[in-house]
């Protein structure tokens, strides 16, 4: 086959979720213009106004649904709903998550239970009511949204590093039960990328940006569009051997140990 035809995803169908905004939008944009129909989900009806829009000034025809991934009757609805809009889905992005910033002796079991299900439970709900359809069509990507905190702890971010550790796990483990079925499942590891999420941690004079900039040998934090090339390549056939890995896209973070002060 020709080498570039293998990063094509025409006629591929991919739900990503939690992708009206941030690093999920940037990679279903992506693969629309790889040539994918696309869904994708969120929470609130304005965000999937915003969503839409958005799509639509980028000349993509996403097909969005309002569905939570933590709940796994609105998750089957979902794909439910996918699969008969658009057709059997090919790819699947875990994206979905959230964060939360507190001093573990400070975080109630309720907010470190929410991130978990946000971040490692629903993983599992949306990849199980996906992956039978996979089976039968032959073939099927699986693509788990990690981080930097699949690898490394820091204050404040117990619950987070915990799901997001699992979540690396979570992936190794689908690629060893359905690799025979012909799914690939892989993890993407974004360093730390200029998003929504990091909003916080990069308001002018915060001491986390500099600290981030010392950490990162790029000397930049990343954009959502970093993404986007290493997400088609583990959707795309050019990954078809690529099973299990987790592909760190953080400007040299995890291979660097930070400027001399
Ligand atoms: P973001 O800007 O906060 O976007 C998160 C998306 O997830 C939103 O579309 C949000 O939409 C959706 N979402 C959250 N909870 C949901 C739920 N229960 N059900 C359905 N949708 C839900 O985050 P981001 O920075 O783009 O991050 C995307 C993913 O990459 C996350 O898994 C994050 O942990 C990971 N990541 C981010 C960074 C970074 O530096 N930004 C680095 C490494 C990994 P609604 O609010 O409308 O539901
Ligand atoms: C934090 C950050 C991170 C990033 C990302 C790194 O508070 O340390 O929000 O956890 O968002 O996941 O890869």
Known sequence: M???KQFSLEGKVALVTGAAY??????????AQAGAKIAF?????????KALAAYKAEGIEAYGCISDVTDEVQVKKLVADVEAKLGTID?????AGIIKRIPMCDMSVAEFRQVVDIDLNAPFIVSKAVIPGMIKKGHGKIINICSMMSELGR????AYAAAKGGLKMLTRNIASEFGAANIQCNGIGPGYIATPQ???LRTPGHPFNAFILSKTPANRWGTPEDLEGPAVFLASDASNFVNGHILYVDGGILAYIGKQP
């Open 91 to 95: 790819i699947l992005v875990n994206n």
């Open 198 to 200: 990091t909003a916080p």
């Open 41 to 49: 989900n969120c929470r609130s009806q304005e965000h999937m106004d």
């Open 155 to 158: 204050e404040t971010v117990s």
């Open 22 to 31: 941030g690093i999920g939008f940037a990679i279903a944009k992506a693969y």
């Open 2 to 4: 020709d080498c570039l």
